[in-house]
């Protein structure tokens, strides 16, 4: 049956699926979709109850619910061609840019501030590593392809779960936290502050692994030690003087055009690389990497938009969390029964 399912994918010139093959190429490519699905739908969640609690965000709010869930499913659909097309030395360098560029940036900000935008700036970042770590650990396993149906089974799940979660919080959460009888909002009502921090922790896990795998996989296109010295040492530090230049420069002007500048200059520096060191088919990938970043960003647009507020103002001030009261007033004693009492 997977021989039949495999004949059915386009045979393509010059290694375009990499070392995988087709059917397994898709199947990472929908894990590393289902991956960004989920986290675009927690921070879906955390963001509307945030701009439900401030008055101020009200409209934002609003736009945030008007997100239509065909456009979630053309945007599974999208990314999992692109992780599917995108070869494992590409993502693997991607995932190696990024991690320097968040290290780099979490050490930059002052002790207690966050930098929310991190979470939906990593989207491409996050496919791309969980697709190379797939790569990775199933490389030579005697049933990879079982495995990976079994991996997409369990995203899946997961990202159905987040998804009906999301679209449930957006609906009715407001009023389900003021009559409390919904389980579901109930424990947002209290532990939605904690959605960050679990997210944080997730995708440390995952980009440790993606590192080690993309380190890994870069390393076995190299003949010796020396070899591989003289491609890493130029590559890191360039990429070290342009994340700092990028950064310093998203921090002077922090608007949504920087982020898309960011992008294509990440991505120039990856294809001056390829032009020297790689193959024509990683040129392709860059491109096609482009794409999808620019195509995460624009997704998220509503959602970088608050971050990219919330993260400015707690440049000057630190506001402390406020919860959704809903907890019933008790009703204050008439003017007439106090007199008699």
Known sequence: MLGFLTSLLPQLPWNFWGSSSPLDSLLQGVVGACAVSTLCSLMKVHLFITCLNDPDRRTQKEKIRAQRSLLEDLHLCLLT????????????????????????????LNKGLQNSQLFLMCQYSLGCGITCSLHYLQEGAPHRTWNLILAVGLAGLITWYTRRLSKHICT???????????????TLLTNWHGIPSMLCCALKITFVVADLAAIALINKDFLSTSEAIRFWTPLTICYTLLVIYMQEEQRQNPSEQ???QTAFVRMGGLLILMLTVGLWMDI??????????????????????ICREQDFSQRFSKPTPRSYNVTPQTPKPSSSMAGTS
């Open 81 to 108: 061609g692109i992780f599917t097309v995108v070869g494992s030395r590409v993502a693997a360098l991607v995932v190696l840019e990024f991690s320097l560029r968040a290290v780099s940036m979490l050490l930059s």
């Open 172 to 186: 009715m959460y407001e009023l389900h936290s003021r009559e409390q009888y919904c389980g579901i909002c109930i």
């Open 258 to 260: 920087m982020v898309y």
């Open 284 to 305: 392709l990938h860059i491109f096609i990497s482009l794409v999808g970043e620019l195509w995460c960003l624009v997704r998220a647009g509503i959602m970088l938009d």
